[in-house]
Each structure stands twice: as C-alpha cells, then as structure tokens.
C-alpha cells in the first residue's frame, strides 16, 4: 500500500493530510451511497470475484477502523450479482481524507474489478464543497451528487447502543443487528414545478424525520433534495427490526401525502439475513418501492 507521502506526491491527497488526527465531530453527519457495476470479466471469472470479495471486505474493516466512522455496509447485490452497494456514514468530511489514504491499494483492487456508476452524499451545508473535492479523489461516476442534509441525524444516546458524548460516540458498524436502508426516489414533475407543492413535499419530509426520531431504535435519520435532479435522498440506520417496521407503518399511514409528491423508486436496504424475509414483506405491502435490493452486508471479522 501507498503511503500517505506518495499519494500526495502523485497528487491525490493534500501533502499535509493527518491521518491519525483527532476527528473533530461536525454539527451535520455525512452520509455517502456508493454504487458500482461490476465488469463482465470478472463476473465470469470466480478467481476475480473473490478478489473483488477480498477487497470490499478490506475496505468495510479498514473504514470501520478508522476512527470518525459510525458504519461502513458493502455488499454485492444478491440477485444478479451485477452491482456493489456502498453505504458509508462519517463524523466529518476530513474522515473520508483519511479513508481515501488508508484504502487506497484496496480501492485500487475494486476499481480493476468495477466502474463506479453512482454516488450520493448528505452532508451539512458548510461541508459540501469540502465533500465535493474528497469524494471526486475516488472518482467521476456519471452520477454524482452532494446535497445538504436537512435532517437531524444524530444517533440516539442510549445504554443498548453504549452511546457517550451526546451520542456522538457510538460504533454502529460493531452491531450486527444494525439495519441501514437508502434510497433514491424521483419527485414529481408537478410537485417540482409548483412551489406551493414543493413546501408541501419539503413540510412533509420535516414532519417525517420528526416521526422517526421519536421511534425508538431508528439512530440515524439523513434526508436530502436536489431540485435540479428532481429526486430526494434518504440514508437511515435502525437497531432492530421493530424499528423499520413501525417506519413502515407510519408511511403506510402517511402514503396518500408523501407519494403526492414522491414516487418510491429504488431502496438498497442493508440487513442479517435472518430479517430479509420479514423486512421484504413489510416494505413491499406499505412502502412499494419499484426496486428493492436486499442486502446481507459484510460483518467485520474484527468487532
């Protein structure tokens, strides 16, 4: 692996980067959702998927080492086995700097193996361009997007979560039963040209993540919006099933109001494998997203 010097002298990082600086926690979480496809020879090849195995699951345990990370989700999706889903959620922008040095000869490995088509981050307002220069280092997928989270996505403090400092110190990627769901959903085009309706559509988002935060179990909340792309972006961790299923009840409860403006078009959510049935089911019945990827995740052999 590279070393932090010769990165920045290939210029892919600042020559002064720390990467085992004390991570000073952000008033806003940053969440990012990578998507890459993966080539057609190594689709064919069970030598080259196992590297590409090896590798995502080096990037899930380095990430989760470092420190500034809540959780690092990778897994390749389960059915056609034609993508790899990222879901990465940082204290602050800087801890993607790191990452970037730390994982480099991983991330090397991945990209032999894939094309990165897709990535999404939400991060407070003041950090987007900081976000915008970090991210761009691991690449220019055709899809790239950076928007402000307007959420309040503080994980909870609680004992089962053994959270401290105002909850800004769990480590959510030790929990096995940790369940993160995403999404990319369109808005529509009346609701995008309608002022009035967009309020009503950003109203009824706020009301929302007030809902969730009351739910016991849902630590995590990200929302975001890109007028100009006309789609909304949502990143949100539960520590247990009882949770994504009272989520679901509410939006089963609140569809009529939130698909005026939204449609559900695609969800990656993360969970045991024991839950995917169940989670499958309750989604499919009050949610209905048009595409729903269901994701074991890679546990850290180190936790």
Not at 128 to 147: A, D, H, I, Q, W
Not at 206 to 215: D, H, P, Q, S, V
Request: aromatic share 8%; glycine share 6%.
């Amino acid at each position: 692996m590279l070393s932090a010097s010769e990165l920045a002298n290939l210029g892919c990082v600042d020559v002064d980067v720390d990467v085992d600086k004390e991570i000073n926690a952000s008033e806003v979480l940053t969440s990012v959702y990578s998507k890459f496809k993966i080539k057609g020879p190594t689709l064919k090849s069970l030598k080259k998927l196992k590297d590409l195995v090896a590798a995502l699951k080096d990037i899930r345990d380095i990430s989760n080492g470092i420190e500034g990370t809540y959780s690092t989700m990778v897994d390749i999706d389960n059915i056609k086995k034609g993508y790899v889903y990222f879901s990465f959620l940082f204290e602050n922008p800087s801890v993607m700097e790191t990452a970037f040095v730390k994982v480099f000869d991983s991330f090397t490995k991945l990209s032999t193996h894939t094309d990165m088509v897709e990535q999404i981050c939400m991060t407070g307002e003041a950090e987007m361009e900081n976000c915008r220069m970090t991210l761009s280092r691991f690449g220019s997928p055709p899809k790239f997007v950076v928007v402000q989270s307007f959420s309040d996505p503080f994980p909870k403090t609680d004992e089962d979560n053994n959270a401290g400092g105002g909850g800004r110190k769990v480590k959510m990627h030790s929990k096995d039963d940790i369940i993160c769901s995403l999404g990319v959903w369109k808005i529509k085009e009346e609701t995008l040209k309608d002022e009035a309706k967009f309020d009503s559509l950003s109203k009824s988002l706020k009301a929302y993540n007030t809902a969730m935060l009351e739910i016991e179990d849902v630590l995590v909340i990200a929302l975001g919006v890109s007028k100009e792309l006309g789609e909304f972006y949502f990143q949100e961790h539960y520590g247990s099933s009882k949770a994504i299923y009272e989520q679901s009840i509410f939006m089963a409860m609140n569809r009529g109001e939130i698909k005026e403006h939204l449609v559900p078009s695609e969800m990656v959510i993360f969970t045991s494998e024991n839950s995917q049935g169940f989670i499958e089911d309750i989604v499919a019945i009050n949610i209905g997203p048009e595409k729903l990827t269901l994701m074991k995740g890679m546990k850290s052999e180190r936790e």
